[in-house]
């Protein structure tokens, strides 16, 4: 399905390309660089139905895929229906695609039984069956709040706490073996949105790249020495909604111990040279001064 030269466009490694099916059979590592960030992209031996059952060393070769930030599913356009074969495999060994940890609290207690309190309006299921499924798992008295509406199996993932959360992209490839036509036919088919790709013809590549980054909900971070000039070569990648602190952390163990105040420019700040402390919030290509104590 093209994953091997996939990766190659993306990466540069060199993942050994056949023009059949599965032709990875072990983990191939590359490294993404894309706008200052190097971002590791794993090229999986195919995932066949039942893999999560250990057909085809498949438990070892999802298990890889638990501490992904992102998953991409790599479909050929002439096979869509493998789609459900990963959604259900991944999710057989506990990875949840597309999906966030419930937003709900359970406490437990010695008496008063199970005490619910809806922040948000139950509609999935019935508190009567919320209380069961507790009970099944040895609830007896809690407090539990629930601040999301939330299935039955969304609690009982919640409950054993053995699952993993990862963004998906879903990617068809090989377009260029086929006209629009084809495509839009295909893409009824499919559960999720995707990018159209062609490894062999580059098509989309840059796109997939930037949902890449997107999704990871990377910033750049530009940083100014005192007195001297901003490295605009090699930003300090950070997440989105990190601050001055998370950028201490990641540049010196004790630097925020010894953080004295901090100046920025760029859209976070109101002029610029703004003086901030460790709390600011910075944003996507803010420039940062770390002003230490003497």
């Not at 540069?12 to 190097?38: D, E, H, I, W």
């Not at 070892?60 to 991409?72: E, P, Q, W």
């Not at 010695?110 to 209380?131: P, R």
């Not at 559960?191 to 490894?199: G, L, Q, R, Y």
Request: proline share 3%.
């Amino acid at each position: 399905m093209g994953k091997s030269t996939l990766l190659n466009r993306l990466t540069g490694s060199k993942s050994a390309v056949g023009a059949f099916q599965f032709t990875t059979l072990t983990v191939v590592p590359g490294v993404m660089n894309y706008r200052g960030a190097r971002i590791q992209v794993l090229d999986l031996p195919g995932i066949i139905k039942g893999a999560s059952t250990g057909k085809g060393l498949g438990k070892r070769i999802l298990s890889v895929a638990r501490s992904a930030d992102i998953v991409l599913l790599v479909l050929d356009v002439f096979q869509p229906y493998h789609e459900d074969v990963l959604i259900t495999e991944l999710g057989n060994i506990g990875i949840r695609l597309n999906q966030s940890p419930p937003d709900i609290v359970i406490e437990k207690s010695t008496t008063g039984g199970i005490a619910v309190a809806q922040q948000v309006k139950l509609k999935k299921m019935s508190e009567k069956l919320l209380k069961e499924i507790l009970n099944v798992y040895g609830y007896t008295s809690a407090r539990v709040v629930i601040r999301e509406d939330i299935e039955s199996e969304q609690l009982v993932d919640f409950i054993n706490g053995n699952k993993t959360y990862a963004k998906a992209i879903t990617i068809l490839n090989k377009i260029d073996l086929v006209d629009d036509k084809f495509v839009k036919d295909v893409s009824k088919k499919l559960k999720t949105d995707f990018i159209p790709t062609s490894a062999d013809s580059n098509k989309n590549i840059n796109e997939l790249k930037e949902r890449i980054y997107n999704e990871l909900q990377f910033i750049r971070v530009y940083l100014r020495p005192k007195g001297g000039e901003t490295d605009f070569k090699e930003p300090l990648i950070v997440r989105k909604g990190n601050t001055v602190t998370d950028v201490c952390n990641k540049l010196h163990r004790n630097l925020k111990k010894d953080f004295r105040f901090g100046l920025v420019w760029g859209k976070s700040v109101k002029f610029g040279g703004q003086r901030v402390g460790l709390n600011h919030v910075l944003i996507d290509e803010d420039v940062l001064t770390i002003i230490k104590r003497k």
